[in-house]
């Protein structure tokens, strides 16, 4: 089997790599039997060389919900052709109000190496490589801290509820 962390693979081959990412037989198992699907035809639904069987949105489903696979996230943005997607972090800590000032500060930081990075890329009217690269790390720095934030904040609200 190909190893799904070298490359995107196509969905199909991607749902089945999510199923059998560990060798282990019973993740199929567990779920055919939660859904209550023909163990054997969801099998031949997700094995990409079979004709008779296709994988359909409800095996689809089903797989993501079960493996949180990164993988099918990643040919499902491939297929899009310009999209990306990201998972927010398991906030465990509680917080005060330190804790988000300290995130709001964080969040500043890198809104500024963010600006930092353009200011110096486009100075000279070309974008190198390099400076695209430092650009996207930056933009995606952002991004990490700004969804950590949302997190926490999810997290506090959990807590009142």
Known sequence: MINKKDKVLPLS???RAAIYSDGDQSLISYIAEKNCWNLTTFRNSLCPTTTTHKANIYHFEAVLAETRDSGIMDSICAIHGNAGWFEFPQIKENFDHANYLSKIGELAQEQGALAKSIAIAVSDGVIT?????EICQ??????????SILAMVKKQREQVV
Do not use: F, P, Q
């Not at 490589?129 to 690269?133: A, G, P, S, V």
């Not at 930056?138 to 969804?147: C, F, G, I, K, M």
């Open 13 to 15: 081959m991607a749902l």
């Open 138 to 147: 930056e933009v995606l720095d952002l991004v990490r801290v700004a969804t």
């Open 129 to 133: 490589k390099l400076e695209e690269d």
